[in-house]
């Protein structure tokens, strides 16, 4: 693959940074692009001396323009996690409405194959465990998370369309809850939520009563799983997770084993339409890609509090948890 010029959209971010990494290593030429809302130069600063590796300060729901060959495009532009959705929800929407189309486009005009990155939410409040990519999903479109799961949807149908209408290269992987380092401390999800409440000391807040569940997947499992969707020849979405599903509850407890902290889980209010079950049905990944998850909740989880543990004080004392419940009202 030496040479081949590859893009990566939201290339600042937790996902983005980790496959700038791998497609560095498997000696393509990287150009990265991202409008740092929430992606963060640190996870990339190591790349910049590379000379196969180039940084674009770019929005792209604006057009998007790349000059010479392109050969991939990964999309990976996006606000993911509930609070940032919540802060920014018409960004949201673009980038996942024109964002998708300028890039679409730009397939279609340099040749390239593009792989979008949709997620679980697409299935909304799965009224089905498992979920199997044939599940059509159970989403409130007006609510708070409407903004993500719509504009994912509307992502997978436009993709759909550009590969049926102009026959352009595309692949779809459905991304399940994913974790590892350079994830954000104050992002909201739950796992730096909880480690992040643990290293300060502070009592772990457990929205709802736990029962909700939640599968989590290492985030080099996950980039190998992208890594070989994108080399397949099948274009319909394809689930990419860690069937190893717990519940809120049990997660937390696990946290504080982990960390030793002497702190305790409190309750808080479920934050509107927070699925109550989910876990990937990996079937199809399996089978057309030979791929499963290697990498125990365990071992993810001591590296990732290593991670954490190592990031300077000032950033781990600066955040302020918020839960997003407030958005109920
Ligand atoms: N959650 C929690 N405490 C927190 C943050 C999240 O109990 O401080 C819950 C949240 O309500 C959800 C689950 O953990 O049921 C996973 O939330 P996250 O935001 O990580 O991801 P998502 O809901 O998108 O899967």
């Known amino acids: 693959m030496s040479g081949k010029r590859i893009l990566i959209t939201g290339a600042a971010g937790f996902l983005g940074s980790h496959l700038c990494d791998r497609f560095i290593k498997e000696g393509f030429h990287v150009i990265a692009m991202d409008n740092l809302i929430t992606g963060d130069l640190r996870n990339i600063e190591h790349l910049f001396k590379l000379e196969n590796f180039e940084f674009y300060h770019h929005d792209v729901s604006k057009f998007v323009h790349v000059s010479g060959e392109l050969d991939y495009i990964l999309h990976f532009a996006s606000p993911a996690s509930p609070i940032d959705y919540l802060k920014i929800p018409i960004q949201t929407l673009k980038v996942g409405s024109l964002g998708i189309h300028n890039l679409l486009g730009l397939a279609k005009e340099k040749n390239a194959r593009i792989l979008i990155a949709s997620t679980s939410e697409v299935y909304g409040d799965p009224n089905v465990n498992p979920q199997p990519e044939e599940y059509w999903g159970n989403v409130n479109p007006v609510g708070p998370r409407g903004v993500y799961d719509e504009a994912k949807r509307f992502q997978e149908a436009m993709t759909m369309a550009y590969h049926t209408f102009h026959e352009v290269e595309t692949r779809i992987v459905r991304i399940f809850n994913t974790y590892g380092p350079r994830m954000r401390l104050n992002d909201g999800r739950v796992l730096p939520a909880f480690i992040g409440q643990a290293i300060r000391g502070e009592d772990l807040t457990v929205f709802g009563d736990g029962s ?118």
């Open 212 to 329: 909700q569940t939640r599968s989590f997947c290492y985030v080099d499992d996950l980039i190998e799983g992208i890594y070989r969707l994108l080399f397949s020849d099948y274009v319909y979405p394809v689930n990419i997770g860690n069937p190893d599903e717990i519940t809120i509850k049990e997660f937390g407890e696990e946290i504080i084993k982990l960390t030793g902290t002497k702190q305790k889980l409190i309750t808080k209010p479920l934050p509107v339409d927070d699925p109550k079950q989910r876990r990937p049905d990996i079937t199809k990944a399996r089978e057309l890609l030979g791929w499963e998850p290697k990498v125990s909740r365990a071992e993810g989880l001591k590296i990732t509090y290593e991670y954490f543990k190592s990031l300077p004080v000032e950033v781990i004392e600066k955040i302020e948890h918020k839960d997003f419940t407030s958005y109920n009202k």
